[in-house]
């Protein structure tokens, strides 16, 4: 039986060490250049950066992985695995405008982590070398360009002693109501977890055969937890191959992930609501008659909230290029849980509840809520009053609670987070229980979930969840885009707890500021019966976010308190 990721890898590249592992699409595009890591390669890069972390005594120390998209962060990864060095992976900085925001994470994260070597590519750790003189928190810490080992160094590999509790790797969450915290995922974690993605998303060894092992196409950052778990670990679980290409080369082209998707014809692949959105907005109809995404039996959907409306359309667009609505595929999943805790059912259509009496599988336009699916084999979710620490009855809304062996060990040299997170007890079960910080409920044993605990705006007592108003304010005015708005409260003296919005508009559009605002205020006050005290249009792309692309709404609201935000002026006139 495997111990680890790493007894996995070395049993495929024994079984079958031609068989491509992943490839990359360097351009973004399926015709352009391409590069290829079968797995008795992947297996000798991963020993040789291995069995150099050993020769310098770095096992059981932390290792910071910082590297564009591409290949080799995967054999920086298994490399850290196989030494028993333990993976930090880290957000590089890609183009001037992210370099001191990245640098800045870099910096914080080198520190809490107490890491003692820097591995990346050459462009990265040469960037780093020509800034070290400026930077003393790089004093002491070793700085590698992988690339660089020779392949003949993996003579030297030890296998490490490796058990279910040894730390494989920390996961920084992305930060989006609090400050960037290193979750502590063991091997026994991610061996679990896997299990649970494979069961939930049907990767059987028919559904392996059917593909020819093709199983994911994914342009998600790898450096974050759903791109990481999912298509790149799954695939050296399951021993089979993956296509990947960067997230800037999809952001800039969205149909690269349709074309990549028809070219290699994978059974799973996925991204936040918002890439959907993307799909939407930028492909046009020319694409449609040479995509054929027949093949498509999981399009994942989660890190945010999920929208009936974004489900219906892209179900509906590219039904003519093969995609069935059985593919769409909501999940709920969160770091600290390593990553995947619910998932919907293959072959399935997602359930939508009316908001009127939750009668099941309603249209979109009166959908309140999207099936997030259940929880995967050995996973508890229980939905509990977060106050009263009790469990909800069936239908009630409470937060999310998780147990199971996919649970993390907590947050790394935080004890205090680590009790209040992770140790809860509850009352009729075994074990303890992670405190998600997200709301839901269960009906027919499938989770609903609705908003964040702590996101929660409540005007006059009544509970509403910023993600409603967001979408409110995007329906309202087509220049605002999906998932680039912000609403909260502020506390003010006189008036109690007040709703503000804040929204990114293009400069383009900024002379129709007072018409856009006009709609949002209108919209939200005819949609929520809430009258806005304030709404803020930004310049594009200003708005807090995390890596993963969720908004950070308390990152905003500091912003607007600070006076901060990057507000578009309308043009002057005359």
């Not at 109690?496 to 605002?517: N, R």
Request: charged share 20%; with cysteine.
């Amino acid at each position: 039986m495997a111990r680890s990721l790493v007894d996995l890898l070395t049993t495929h590249a024994s079984n079958h060490p031609e068989r491509t592992a992943y490839r990359h699409l360097v351009t973004g595009d399926c015709d352009g250049e391409t590069q290829e890591l079968t797995y008795g390669r992947l297996a000798t890069r991963s020993r040789a950066i291995a069995a150099h972390l050993q020769e310098r005594g770095l096992a059981g120390s932390r290792a910071m992985l910082l590297y564009p998209p591409g290949l080799e962060f995967i054999c920086a990864y298994l490399g850290c695995l196989s030494a028993g060095v333990v993976a930090v992976p880290g957000v590089p900085a890609q183009g001037r405008s992210q370099n001191h925001r990245a640098l800045t994470r870099m910096k914080r994260l080198v520190a809490d982590a107490d890491a003692k070597v820097i591995l990346g590519g050459r462009d990265v750790i040469a960037a780093l070398d020509g800034m070290a003189a400026h930077l003393p928190e790089l004093d002491g810490i070793a700085r590698l360009t992988t690339e660089d080992i020779p392949d003949d160094a993996a003579a030297a590999w030890r296998e490490p002693d490796l058990t279910a509790d040894s730390v494989a790797f920390l996961q920084y969450t992305s930060g989006s109501t609090s400050a960037p915290r290193g979750v502590v995922v063991t091997h026994g974690n991610l061996l679990d977890n896997e299990r649970v993605i494979t069961e939930r998303m049907g990767h059987t060894p028919e559904a392996i055969e059917a593909h020819d092992h093709e199983m994911f196409v994914s342009w998600l950052p790898v450096y974050h937890d759903m791109g990481l778990i999912g298509p790149v670990l799954n695939t050296v679980y399951l021993g089979t191959t993956a296509t990947l290409f960067s997230p800037l080369h999809f952001l800039q082209q969205p149909a690269r992930w349709l074309t990549a998707v028809s070219r290699y014809r994978p059974h799973t692949s996925g991204a936040p609501n918002f890439g959907y959105e993307l799909c939407l907005k930028h492909v046009g109809p020319e694409l449609l008659d040479g995509l054929d995404l027949s093949s498509w039996k999981v399009a994942f959907n989660g890190a945010e909230p999920v929208r009936p409306a974004t489900l219906r359309r892209f179900a509906d667009t590219f039904g003519p290029a093969g995609f069935r609505r059985e593919a769409l595929y909501p999940c709920y999943g969160l770091a600290e849980a390593t990553l995947m805790v619910t998932g919907g059912t293959v072959d399935t259509p997602p359930t939508l509840l009316a908001a009127a009496d939750g009668a099941p599988n309603a249209g979109e336009a009166d959908a309140a809520a999207v099936g997030c699916g259940r929880p995967g084999p050995g996973v508890t979710v229980a939905i509990v009053d977060p106050e009263r620490q009790e469990e909800l009855p069936e239908g009630g809304t409470g937060e999310i609670w998780v147990g199971g062996a996919s649970v993390a060990k907590g947050y790394w040299r935080n004890a205090l987070a680590t009790r209040e997170t992770f140790r809860a007890g509850l009352q009729g079960h075994e074990g303890r229980f992670l405190r998600t910080g997200d709301l839901g409920f269960l009906r027919d044993g499938e989770l609903f979930v609705t908003g964040r605990l702590k996101d929660l705006i409540v005007i006059d007592g009544r509970n509403h969840y910023p993600q409603d108003l967001e979408l409110t304010a995007e329906l309202s005015h087509p220049a605002l885009r999906p998932g680039c708005t912000a609403a909260f409260s502020v506390d003010t003296a006189a008036e109690g707890e007040q709703p503000v919005l804040v929204a990114e508009i293009a400069p383009d559009d900024a002379g129709e500021s007072e018409k856009i605002t006009d709609l949002i205020r209108s919209g939200v006050g005819e949609a929520h019966g809430l009258s806005l005290r304030d709404v803020v249009l930004v310049q594009p792309g200003t708005i807090p976010k995390t890596s993963s692309g969720k908004i950070q709404r308390r990152a905003t609201l500091t912003a607007y308190l600070d006076g901060t935000l990057s507000v578009v002026t309308a043009p002057a006139v005359g």
